[in-house]
């Protein structure tokens, strides 16, 4: 089956919620040092040269937003031709 750019790779996630003390603890003192030190989950997110930490979004808010950026990727894919 083909993946996301259409040569046989399959789908990575694009993001994860994972409890924070399961994280390595240098990990844990960036989440302090931008007040996220007390939250119980946090969600990483992978982009093409990042990856990001922050508090998860609810999941009604989450399902909303997967829905307008695949609206986004189909258009995107449409006008690059891909």
């Known amino acids: 089956m083909n993946g996301p750019t ?6 990575l996630p694009r993001s994860f919620t994972i409890e ?16 996220l030190g007390d939250e119980e989950l946090v969600e990483l997110i992978f982009t093409e040269n990042e990856v990001l930490l922050r508090r998860p979004m609810s999941p009604q808010l989450r399902e909303w937003a997967r829905g307008v ?12 031709g891909i």
């Open 6 to 11: 259409g040569m046989g790779e399959e789908a």
């Open 20 to 35: 924070r003390e399961n994280l390595p603890e240098t990990v844990q003192g960036w989440l302090r040092a931008v007040g």
């Open 69 to 80: 950026s695949d609206k986004y990727d189909k258009m995107f894919r449409e006008l690059a």
